[in-house]
């Protein structure tokens, strides 16, 4: 950044330096014009009262000009630098001739035979028609810029050294605060740096905190799973070895085959909801939404559960519209129906109910209420029901084969959709799950 802000600065000093320079030659050179041509009027003047002293040759002139009188058709009579004036060409083509011919008095300046000289020519009309030119010879607009290219050049190096100082004056304050960044962003004071980069210092800050927070739920994710899978391995080991070492009587050998196989289930619902869990967590794995009735949906789960439900002496039903629209990933809206229903069965009471309710709120908002008769949440417990592993009565969820992970899932599935969460619940009395999908109303 640094030599490019250099060049940047060298470049706009030279162009500037150079411009000036041209615009500067430009306009003296006009006045410088303009003087001579003035002097030219005011010499020729005098000299025209004097006409006949002039065509006698008898006239000493100022150095430097030169005079001449031409006929009215353009045949020279007298030049004062030629002396055989009679073979001069025609001047009556000449620009400043031919004006005074016509308006009483012309001018006009010439490239002279080098191009840093020029020649400056006044014309004046005589009473008796003929013409005196007066001219002088100086120096051409090339030639005034040819004289002033060593102190353009002069100043062109001044700006070039000027410009390194001040662009490393410059970049050093602009990137002073982003080195000290660099060393320690965490502890640099806002208020010691620009104010431009202060939005950029919290946006880094941010990040820095999300990518500190992320790694330790991540290891945090993976201690608790490393412990979750070893509860049931360690189980699955034990009993398989007891088998092994003929300590098992064979009458109790069935018992113990369940109990391996129940915990073996549990490794396996465990493995599976992890892998839900990080393609949740998988951002660029894309939802695949479609258009289909969630009243249907939710009455298939229903009908999947039953069996479950009947087993525990629970009574789960549908309530609410027979038809809504959803447009949305169907097998990840079937996950949370089913996690929602599977706890409202697994923590309720034998005798107890479910409620499996479908409405529309104003808006268009599709919502899906799950309602139970159960044990209930205690109310400290609540915020933290969604993170993972978590479980109120770890017991008791163990003893149902629960691993704290169907509420982390389906919050997610809720935050990928865009819809909203609400609980209620009471101790004793039962739970309220619903979840509020974005209105379906066509913009
Ligand atoms: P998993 O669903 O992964 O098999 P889990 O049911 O224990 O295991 P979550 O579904 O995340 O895990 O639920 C977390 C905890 O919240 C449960 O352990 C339970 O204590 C409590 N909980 C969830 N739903 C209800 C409910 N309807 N009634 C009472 N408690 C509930
Ligand atoms: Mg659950």
């Not at 010879?137 to 390194?164: D, K, Q, Y």
């Not at 050093?172 to 004071?189: C, F, K, S, T, W």
């Not at 990518?211 to 993976?222: D, E, G, H, N, W």
């Not at 009735?293 to 479950?308: N, V």
């Amino acid at each position: 950044m640094k030599k490019k802000l250099l060049k940047q600065m060298i470049l706009i000093g030279i162009s500037t330096a150079v411009a000036a320079f041209l615009l500067c030659t430009g306009v003296f050179y006009e006045l410088f014009r303009q003087q001579i041509l003035e002097e030219l009027q005011g010499y020729g003047q005098v000299l025209s009262q004097s006409e006949n002293t002039v065509q006698s040759g008898n006239c000493v002139f100022q150095k430097g000009y030169r005079v001449t009188v031409v006929d009215s058709g353009g045949i020279v009579i007298y030049d004062s630098n030629v002396e055989d004036s009679a073979r001069m060409e025609n001047h009556s083509n000449r620009p400043e001739i031919r004006e005074a011919m016509k308006d009483g008095e012309g001018y006009d300046s010439r490239l002279s035979k080098t191009l840093d000289r020029s020649m400056f020519y006044y014309a004046v009309r005589m009473e008796n028609g003929s013409i005196m030119r007066v001219s002088k010879e100086s120096s051409s607009i090339w030639g005034m810029m040819f004289r002033a290219m060593p102190i353009c050049v002069v100043i062109c190096i001044m700006i070039c050294v000027t410009c390194v100082c001040l662009s490393k004056i410059l970049t050093d304050r602009l990137v002073e605060p982003i080195d000290r960044m660099a060393g320690d962003l965490q502890r640099l004071n806002t208020d010691d740096v620009y104010p431009e980069l202060v939005p950029f210092i919290t946006t880094i800050r941010k990040q820095h905190e999300n990518i500190m927070k992320s790694a330790l739920m991540r290891q945090q994710f993976t201690a608790n799973v490393s412990h979750e899978l070893k509860t049931p391995l360690t189980a699955i080991s034990g009993y398989a070895e007891l088998i092994e070492n003929g300590m098992i009587p064979a009458k109790d050998t069935a018992s113990y085959a369940a109990r391996i196989h129940t915990n073996a289930n549990r490794l396996l619902s465990l493995i599976n909801d992890i892998i839900k869990l990080s393609e949740l967590d998988d951002v660029e794995n894309e939802l695949k939404p479609e258009l289909f009735d969630l009243s249907g949906l939710a009455g298939k789960c229903i009908e999947g559960l039953q069996l479950t439900a009947q087993k525990r002496n629970v009574h789960i039903q549908f309530v609410g519209a027979s038809r809504c629209m959803l447009y949305a990933d169907s097998s990840m809206i079937e996950e949370l129906i089913y996690n929602l229903c599977d706890n409202a069965i697994r923590y309720n009471n034998p005798h107890g109910k479910v409620w499996v309710e479908i409405s529309v709120r104003p808006g268009g908002r599709p919502v899906l209420t799950v309602r139970d008769t159960g044990i209930g949440i205690p109310k400290e417990a609540l915020d933290h029901v969604f993170e993972r592993f978590y479980r109120v009565d770890k017991s008791r969820s163990k003893s149902t084969g629960g691993t704290g992970l169907g509420l982390a899932i389906v919050k997610h599935i809720v935050s990928r959709h865009n819809a909203e969460l609400e609980i209620s619940s009471e101790q004793g009395i039962g739970t309220r799950i619903s979840v509020i999908f974005p209105s379906q109303n066509k913009e």
